[in-house]
């Protein structure tokens, strides 16, 4: 197993179920404050969420490795490690779902929830990867990540009524580092499809989309709840890829459903 030359940065709120969220490309964990504000309750005592910035991403450093969604599942059970969690409900959007499914597969016996939101189990089309190598040789090329801006990235991730929350991905997006950017387009074309490991995996499990996702839509999600033992299959009315961020009561609501299974 790879280490980080440091560990990844945290965002931590609250006492009760371990609950990690893993964020969407190309943002950080500043993506989760609604999650993170809201999730444990005015208690606490619901859950105890954490949300780290993974590989080259917000304030952790990239490493020297090659790209890997197995090493930022592997950073991820480094983290349980170092919070003392030995079972944790693990919840990714977009490219945090990819790696959540990527922990599932390597280590399954830490899962005890499963929360996959506007994602997908299965691979790239050739299209996509090709897509992707050209985005990381481009923003390499250029020492920028401009080129997401310019091709109004925002767009494709959030739903028709979600237009005001348009600047304020833009900023989490140019935040993002040329270097992260390339290293995950490419990690992420080279991600296996997981949709056989999914009847595998018995513990509760949640699946999340918005009803306007044009990125990983509805019948991707449908893929992942017909596969697993125990899941529930929420749309989100209105929201496109970004659910947590675009509808967050609704986000909200449906992971605390999840939490309740859990606990039972």
Same mark, same amino acid.
């Given at each position: 197993?790879?280490?980080?030359?440091?560990?990844?940065?945290?965002?931590?709120?609250?006492?009760?179920?371990?609950?990690?969220?893993?964020?969407?490309?190309?943002?950080?964990?500043?993506?989760?404050?609604?999650?993170?504000?809201?999730?444990?309750?005015?208690?606490?005592?619901?859950?105890?969420?954490?949300?780290?910035?993974?590989?080259?991403?917000?304030?952790?450093?990239?490493?020297?490795?090659?790209?890997?969604?197995?090493?930022?599942?592997?950073?991820?059970?480094?983290?349980?490690?170092?919070?003392?969690?030995?079972?944790?409900?693990?919840?990714?959007?977009?490219?945090?779902?990819?790696? #959540? =499914?990527?922990? &599932?597969?390597?280590?399954?016996?830490?899962? /005890? !929830?499963? $929360?996959? %939101?506007?994602?997908?189990?299965? @691979?790239?089309?050739?299209?996509?990867?090709?897509?992707?190598?050209?985005?990381?040789?481009?923003?390499?090329?250029?020492?920028?990540?401009?080129?997401?801006?310019?091709?109004?990235?925002?767009?494709?991730?959030?739903?028709?009524?979600?237009?005001?929350?348009?600047?304020?991905?833009?900023?989490?997006?140019?935040?993002?580092?040329?270097?992260?950017?390339?290293?995950?387009?490419?990690?992420?074309?080279?991600?296996?499809?997981?949709?056989?490991?999914?009847?595998?995996?018995?513990?509760?499990?949640?699946?999340?989309?918005?009803?306007?996702?044009?990125?990983?839509?509805?019948?991707?999600?449908?893929?992942?709840?017909? #596969? =697993?033992?125990? &899941?529930?299959?929420?749309?989100?009315?209105? /929201? !496109?890829? $970004?659910? %947590?961020?675009?509808?967050?009561? @609704?986000?909200?609501?449906?992971?605390?459903?999840?939490?309740?299974?859990?606990?039972?």
């Amino acid at each position: 197993m790879n280490r980080l030359p440091t560990a990844p940065a945290v965002r931590e709120s609250g006492t009760g179920t371990p609950l990690v969220l893993l964020h969407a490309f190309p943002l950080g964990a500043s993506m989760w404050s609604a999650q993170l504000d809201a999730l444990p309750g005015l208690t606490g005592d619901e859950a105890r969420v954490l949300a780290p910035d993974q590989r080259g991403f917000g304030r952790t450093g990239l490493g020297t490795d090659q790209p890997s969604l197995d090493l930022v599942a592997d950073d991820v059970a480094l983290l349980l490690d170092a919070a003392g969690i030995e079972r944790a409900v693990l919840g990714g959007l977009s490219m945090g779902g990819y790696v #959540a =499914l990527a922990f &599932a597969r390597r280590h399954p016996g830490r899962l /005890a !929830g499963l $929360l996959l %939101a506007d994602t997908k189990a299965t @691979a790239d089309t050739d299209t996509a990867r090709a897509n992707r190598e050209r985005i990381a040789a481009a923003v390499l090329a250029r020492d920028s990540v401009r080129l997401l801006a310019e091709e109004r990235m925002e767009d494709s991730l959030l739903g028709p009524a979600s237009g005001h929350l348009a600047e304020r991905v833009r900023g989490m997006i140019a935040e993002a580092s040329p270097q992260a950017v390339a290293w995950a387009q490419r990690a992420m074309a080279a991600r296996p499809d997981t949709l056989d490991v999914l009847p595998g995996l018995d513990v509760p499990a949640a699946v999340l989309v918005g009803a306007a996702d044009t990125v990983t839509p509805l019948a991707e999600a449908r893929l992942m709840a017909d #596969a =697993l033992p125990d &899941a529930e299959l929420t749309v989100i009315p209105g /929201a !496109g890829h $970004l659910s %947590a961020i675009e509808a967050p009561e @609704a986000f909200n609501a449906a992971v605390r459903a999840l939490l309740a299974r859990v606990a039972r």
